[in-house]
């Protein structure tokens, strides 16, 4: 049975930072890429940042390029993603998703924790 658990979200004030985790099991992690997402009241999942198996390629969106980084460690079965400079607009649930392909499809991710809520204050 596959499980993905984030964790590390919370209330931040603007300009802070915050590391979310993600633990799998059930799943040869290290074949996997892995992906962050979220999603805003009232609007759809979208795309933050995803990691290939091996760690050596990562991919962002536009609106977090630069303040947020992934990252694994394939001998814990771990993500992360550590987010700087953290403003309301990222307010939202992060989900962390496993899947075959780098990419910010999020229908090409079949396997999805349940969350963690991010709050940024303004």
């Known amino acids: 049975q596959v499980q993905l658990v984030e964790s590390g979200g919370g209330l931040v004030q603007a300009g802070g930072s915050l590391r979310l985790s993600c633990a799998t099991s059930g799943l040869t992690f290290s074949t996997y890429a892995m992906g962050w997402f979220r999603q805003a009241p009232g609007k759809e999942r979208e795309f933050v940042a995803a990691?290939?198996?091996?760690?050596?390629?990562?991919y962002y969106a536009d609106s977090v390029k630069g303040r947020f980084t992934i990252s694994r460690d394939n001998t814990r079965n771990e993500v992360y993603l550590q987010m700087n400079l953290l403003k309301p607009e990222d307010t939202a649930i992060y989900y962390c998703a496993a899947g075959y392909e780098l990419t910010n499809n999020r229908y090409e991710y079949p396997y999805w924790g349940q969350g963690t809520q991010v709050t940024v204050s303004s």
């Open positions: 990691i290939k198996w091996s760690g050596r390629s990562t």
